[in-house]
């Protein structure tokens, strides 16, 4: 290597320091002006289960770029226009949140502030890394947008959806292995006892993990976006298909070989070993996926 290469390693070097210093003075300063928020943001992830991942969200798409930092900071520019952009829907949804204000829906406006958070963060990676690094790591940066939490009201819809399909799946898991019930909304009305498909029962904690997992696997391990989608959707689908063999294996085990399931470690605390056969499942469709992927080339170059 030439002097004149090595110094030229070396401005890029530099340049690359001084950009994340940038970065992170731009991620701090942000932070800072939405402090009230993060603070919200951070307590509500701390006590409410239903919203414990929210506050990972941002390790793991920064670990996510980590890991692909070759690919994503290959190419680095400034792009005020991109980043501007990104900064004006910010200030949008800032302002928009800022008049949303009331007791009754001040989660709303959380979910602005941390939506408007999100967006400024993404302005800034695009100003000081440019279009190329945002094109690169559009996973990660798409990723933060998972850290903004749900309204009661739509988070409300979505247990409901849940509870919906896990009381489905119970049903017809009873009637495949003729167990006699009798479905009345949420309550099934078995032989020795009634059991409701309450919100707590809906799965919610595992059904996001299951999602989080799913987008991270779909990312790694696919190339094609409908592979991607596919994984995806397949992930969504476990999250009721696993609640509803939780629903019917511990009504089953009450019924036939002692009550005390219903209230046992198995029913507060095996929702792991539920969750693990939520993921042996979903790697039949990883394996189909890639082998479909891996023979549609060969496929094509025959056609053509």
């Known amino acids: 290597m030439t002097p004149t290469e090595t110094a030229s390693l070396d401005d890029n070097n530099i340049s690359a ?53 070759s690919k994503i900071f290959q190419y680095l520019a400034f792009d005020r226009v991109l980043g501007g952009c990104f900064l004006f829907l910010a200030c949008g949804a800032a302002l928009v949140s800022r008049f ?25 990676f695009a100003l000081v890394f440019g279009k190329s690094a945002c094109k690169a790591g559009y996973f990660s940066l798409l990723f933060l947008f998972l850290m903004v939490p749900l309204p009661k009201v739509l988070l409300n819809n979505v247990i409901y959806l849940l509870q919906l399909g896990s009381t489905w799946i119970s049903v017809s898991i009873f009637d495949l292995l ?39 696997v779909s990312h790694f ?60 499942l979903l790697l039949p469709v990883l394996a189909l996926l890639r082998r479909w992927e891996s023979r549609s080339p060969a496929t094509t170059a025959n056609v053509s």
């Open 17 to 69: 320091g001084r950009r994340w210093l940038l970065f992170g003075s731009w991620i701090l300063v942000s932070s800072l002006i939405f402090s009230h928020p993060v603070i919200a943001f951070v307590r509500i992830s701390l006590s409410n289960p239903d919203a414990s991942h929210l506050i990972l969200i941002p390790f793991i798409s920064a670990w996510v770029m980590f890991v692909e930092r």
């Open 221 to 280: 391990q696919l190339n094609r976006f409908w592979s991607k989608a596919l994984f995806v959707v397949s992930g969504l689908l476990m999250m009721i298909l696993k609640n509803g063999i939780r629903i019917a294996t511990l009504s089953m085990l009450a019924i036939y070989v002692d009550p005390g399931f219903l209230l046992g470690r198995l029913h507060h605390e095996g929702g792991i070993v539920f969750f693990a056969l939520a993921l042996l």
């Open 178 to 216: 003729g167990v006699p019930v009798l479905r009345e909304g949420f309550v099934l009305h078995l032989t020795r006892f009634n059991i409701e498909v309450a919100q707590e029962c809906s799965g919610i904690r595992s059904s996001m993990a299951l999602l989080v997992l799913a987008l991270l």
């Open 100 to 124: 949303l204000g009331g007791g009754a829906s001040l989660d709303v406006q959380l979910s602005g502030y941390i939506l408007a958070l999100v967006l400024s963060w993404v302005a800034g």
